[in-house]
T-cell receptor, first 117, second 114 residues
Framework: AQSVAQPEDQVNVAEGNPLTVKCTYS??????LFWYVQYPNRGLQFLLK??????LVKGSYGFEAEFNKSQTSFHLKKPSALVSDSALYFC???????????????FGQGTTLQVKP | KAGVTQTPRYLIKTRGQQVTLSCSPI?????VSWYQQTPGQGLQFLFE???????NKGNFPGRFSGRQFSNSRSEMNVSTLELGDSALYLC?????????????FGPGTRLTVL
C-alpha cells in the first residue's frame, strides 16, 4: 500500500528565511506526488505536483519541491518565507491500487507552518 | 471559471439522523472525490465518482454513501449519524482522466453531530 509521511507536526521559521516542509513517501512504481495548503476554515489549495522529469518542481506562490527518488522524499521549499505563508501543508501521493487508470489520493498528516515577523 | 462549491457550509444534526451534502465541481471536471477531515485522523478518502460511477472507495462503513449525477454534481449521504461523524467534509473535483490530474477542493461542509 502506498503511504506518505510528514515527520514534523510544526515548522517555525522567521520571515525572510528559507523554509522546508518535509515529506517522505512509500510507493510501488513511479509516484505521482502533490503538495496542498490549507488556510483556516478553507478547503485545500493545490500548490504543485511531480509527475516525471525534472526533480525540481516549481509551483504557486513561490513554492518549489525537490523530488529525490533515492531518499523517497518530496520536500517543499521556499527561498524566503512570508508571514502569509503560515498555514497547514499537506503532502499527498496517488495510490495506484484503484481500478482503471486512477487511484485515490493518500494524504500525510499535515505540517503546520508558522512564519514569525 | 467558478471553483468547487459545497452546500451547506455548516450543518448541525443529532445522533441517529441522516444528512445529505452537495458538491458542484468545476465545469468540465468529471471526477468528484469526497474526504473527511478530523483533527485526530487527518484527511481520509471516502469515495470517488467518475461519470456517475463509483470508481474508488475508502474504508468507511456503509452508512456513508454517495452518488453522481449526469451533470457531474455529487451528493454524499450519511445515515444514522454518530458523534464521531463530526468533521469537515471536503469535496474535490478533477478532470479525472489521469492519475496526475490535480484535484481542486471546495471550502467544505462542517458537520456537527450532537
Amino acid at each position: 500500500a502506498q503511504s506518505v509521511a510528514q515527520p514534523e507536526d510544526q515548522v517555525n521559521v522567521a520571515e525572510g528565511n528559507p523554509l522546508t516542509v518535509k515529506c517522505t513517501y512509500s510507493v510501488s512504481g513511479n509516484p505521482y506526488l502533490f503538495w496542498y495548503v490549507q488556510y483556516p476554515n478553507r478547503g485545500l489549495q493545490f500548490l504543485l505536483k511531480y509527475i516525471t522529469g525534472d526533480n525540481l518542481v516549481k509551483g504557486s506562490y513561490g513554492f518549489e519541491a525537490e523530488f529525490n527518488k533515492s531518499q523517497t522524499s518530496f520536500h517543499l521549499k521556499k527561498p524566503s518565507a512570508l508571514v502569509s505563508d503560515s498555514a497547514l501543508y499537506f503532502c499527498a501521493v496517488r495510490d495506484m491500487g484503484g481500478s482503471g487508470n486512477t487511484g485515490k489520493l493518500i494524504f500525510g498528516q499535515g505540517t503546520t507552518l508558522q512564519v514569525k515577523p | 471559471k467558478a471553483g468547487v462549491t459545497q452546500t451547506p457550509r455548516y450543518l448541525i444534526k443529532t445522533r441517529g439522523q441522516q444528512v445529505t451534502l452537495s458538491c458542484s465541481p468545476i465545469s468540465g471536471h468529471r471526477s468528484v472525490s469526497w474526504y473527511q477531515q478530523t483533527p485526530g485522523q487527518g484527511l481520509q478518502f471516502l469515495f470517488e465518482y467518475f461519470s456517475e460511477t463509483q470508481r474508488n472507495k475508502g474504508n468507511f462503513p456503509g452508512r456513508f454513501s454517495g452518488r453522481q449525477f449526469s451533470n457531474s454534481r455529487s451528493e454524499m449521504n450519511v445515515s444514522t449519524l454518530e458523534l464521531g461523524d463530526s468533521a469537515l467534509y471536503l469535496c474535490a473535483s478533477s478532470l479525472g482522466d489521469f492519475d496526475y490530474n490535480e484535484q481542486f477542493f471546495g471550502p467544505g461542509t462542517r458537520l456537527t453531530v450532537l
